[in-house]
């Protein structure tokens, strides 16, 4: 009834397939004034519940505590503090990475979230939790409205 | 059968469908579930459960995109399920919010539908490509055009129906959302016009197809006693049903789908519904084909097998006939984010019984009916809407 001792699932009789769709995801209308502000002004953009007095970052259209339509968006600094960080030493892949690559959770001041984001100018053994770090941007003419246009947060 | 509470519908909402919308998947979700409450003149803190529809996750690109909505259906911190049953969702979700408020677990669940089609390249169909078997099915490169059409040919076949029949649908539906402010394709056409367009797959024309969409919709349910608190107006939500056939749509005669029937009497019952013709006043049958709507018309038992096609070119299914089809503009006229597009007509059910359905209201409406319908031609999904009185 088995066929686990079969290595090569081609020995047996297959079909070969893929789910092959692509996808251009859309940003929403709140990550578009995000993204924008990020590549054209190097500006992180927050909303704001004065009601349940929560800052929203990244950015959301509405509150999702008392469900009104959150419609102005407000500059807040792109700093922030690590509340957590990990290093990683190898990839998806299991191959080692020629730099161990530092991600951290950073919350963003002035706001009640935050952004995942890579860490760069400082060793691994250097990294606390609860340093105080700041955005490093790409190059006006290298930023494309995206996560990425922030290049990595670095020791404020 | 124990049913502790008698359901009502309290609220509905819905977005603009289009074939893409800039609004993400969880803002769209938002904007229904808040059109929702604000009908319902209810807050978020007031909704005991939230009940998420989605059709495939490879719409809008994201696995497991319930989750991914969770916040704009308003649910954060709340009880929260996620029901599937492929194309039938759409009227299916608010049978999964049925059973929160029947079973007596909670007086109120918000129920929302999201499809966000316009992501998938080349085109959406495209993820319809990996859910045939794939050992018997995928070696012939199936799409789900020229499946339906098999279906549709046999239905024309068995019970020799005339192409110009089975236009007159898409006619109807497509006028009849020139009434709905949320409607994508709605258009004056002639039956020539459907005849003349493209023959994408024999006997398929371009115009018998409801388009690919962005949307969501949402709907409110209340048990009785708390409905009472909110509106003089409840509509009640009497009959429930869903039956699901097997994949093997090669064994069965398609041209008549059975599972819906049993949908529709399990649902009937429950209703106590005796004379479907004579007590239903309207009906919304799942349209993403014109033929579908005739095929389901008689699934629901609403007309004999095979007189469909007949009741609708003498006018019966207009929306000034015995027998209004459709009123809402249907898929093909409103648009077809899948599981969206069922609760659409739930939506519509809902406006229907309260007289608040603007110039789309048909005279006399007591009793409605919604329908979704999907996967290998295998669901049927049924709800039974009544006035109060
Ligand atoms: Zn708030």
Redesign the interface.
């Known amino acids: 009834m088995s066929f686990d001792k079969i290595r090569d699932p081609r020995k047996i ?3 070969i ?16 004034r995000f993204y924008i502000a990020l590549r054209d002004e190097e500006k992180l953009l927050a909303t704001r519940c004065e009601k349940c007095n929560i800052t929203f970052m990244p950015p ?3 509150c ?4 009104t ?1 959150l419609a102005s968006f407000m500059e807040v600094p792109s700093k922030g503090v690590i509340e957590s960080y990990t290093i990683t030493y190898f990839d998806r892949d299991g191959q080692a990475l020629p730099e161990p690559e530092i991600l951290a959770f950073v919350k963003i001041d002035k706001t009640d979230g935050g952004l995942i984001h890579r860490i760069g100018e400082i060793k691994p053994e250097s990294l606390k939790i609860g340093s105080k770090v700041t955005a490093v941007f790409e190059a006006k003419k290298e930023r494309k409205g995206a996560l990425t246009d922030i290049k990595y947060f670095k020791p404020a | 059968m124990n049913i502790r509470k008698r359901v009502a519908v309290i609220g509905a909402g819905i977005t603009l469908y289009r074939r893409r919308l800039k609004e993400s998947g969880k803002e769209l979700s938002f904007y229904a579930a808040n059109m929702a409450l604000e009908s319902a003149g209810m807050s978020r803190n007031e909704i005991d459960s939230v009940v998420m529809g989605t059709a495939p996750d490879a719409f809008d690109g994201i696995h497991m995109k319930s989750e991914n909505l969770l916040d704009g259906a308003g649910a954060t911190q709340k009880p929260y399920t996620h029901v599937y049953v492929g194309g039938g969702t759409g009227v299916f979700a608010p049978i999964g919010g049925w059973w929160h408020i029947a079973s007596g677990m909670h007086d109120t669940c918000l129920v929302v539908c999201e499809e966000k089609m316009s992501p998938c390249f080349p085109h959406p169909q495209t993820a319809f490509r990996s859910i045939w078997d794939p050992i018997i099915s995928r070696p012939l490169n199936p799409n789900l055009v020229w499946i339906f059409a098999l279906e549709m040919h046999r239905y024309m076949k068995v019970h020799g129906i005339p192409k110009e029949h089975i236009a007159q649908v898409a006619v109807k539906n497509k006028g009849n959302a020139l009434d709905h402010p949320s409607a994508q394709l709605a258009a004056k056409i002639t039956v020539d016009d459907v005849l003349n367009s493209e023959i994408m797959v024999y006997p398929v024309n371009r115009l018998d197809i409801s388009p690919p969409s962005d949307g969501a919709a949402a709907l409110i349910l209340a048990s009785e006693d708390v409905a009472r608190k909110y509106t003089d107006a409840p509509v009640w939500l009497d009959g429930v049903g869903w039956s699901l056939d097997s994949a093997y749509w090669t064994n069965r005669d398609l041209y008549f789908p059975q599972y819906v029937a049993k949908a529709a009497k399990m649902a009937y019952k429950m209703a106590k519904i005796n004379d479907p013709p004579q007590e239903v006043s309207f009906a919304e049958p799942y349209d993403p084909f014109t033929y579908k709507e005739l095929h389901h018309m008689e699934g629901l038992l609403l007309a004999e097998k095979g007189q469909a096609p007949k009741l609708t070119v003498e006018g019966v299914t207009a929306r000034d006939g015995d027998l209004p089809i459709c009123p809402s503009g249907g898929l093909l006229g409103v648009g077809n984010p899948i599981a969206a597009a069922g609760l659409m007509k739930c939506c519509e059910a809902f406006w229907q019984l309260r007289d608040e359905a603007g110039k789309r209201q048909v005279p006399k409406a007591e009793t409605g009916v919604c329908q979704a319908w999907g996967d290998l031609m295998q669901v049927g999904t049924v709800c039974v809407f009544k006035r109060d009185s």
């Open positions: 009789r297959h079909q397939g893929d789910m092959e769709c692509d996808y251009i995801y859309t940003a929403g209308v709140a990550g578009e959301r259209l509405y999702d505590n008392c469900f339509e």
